[in-house]
């Protein structure tokens, strides 16, 4: 196979995804999840070839705009990771400190 065929097949099954979403709601939701998410990686994606090609104006547009939207897209989950990252470290540095503490007092 080449590259012409393996676009078409995609075009053929991202074409057939889109139908069957319109009549399948659900099916239509997660579809249009997915297809959101795809369109900012393929920015990031694009963004990278453009850089790694010499294009660096190009290169870093696309990879800042892609990355902005899979943030907006993502934000439901990148949230609690931050909080979750300030809970541990907050916690190790309080563990450290208690912990030197008592070696200042041992000598």
Known sequence: MNRKSI??????????LMVFGKFVPVLHSLLGYLIG??????????????LQSGRRFLGITLSVIG?????AKLSWIIGPV???????????MLKNRHHQQRQDRMF
């Open 7 to 16: 676009a078409a097949f995609a075009l053929i099954i991202i074409g057939v």
């Open 67 to 71: 990355a902005c939207i899979l943030f």
């Open 82 to 92: 931050i909080g979750i990252a300030l809970v541990w470290w907050g916690y190790s």
């Open 37 to 50: 998410l795809l369109i900012p990686i393929a920015l990031l994606v694009l963004g990278y070839y453009a």
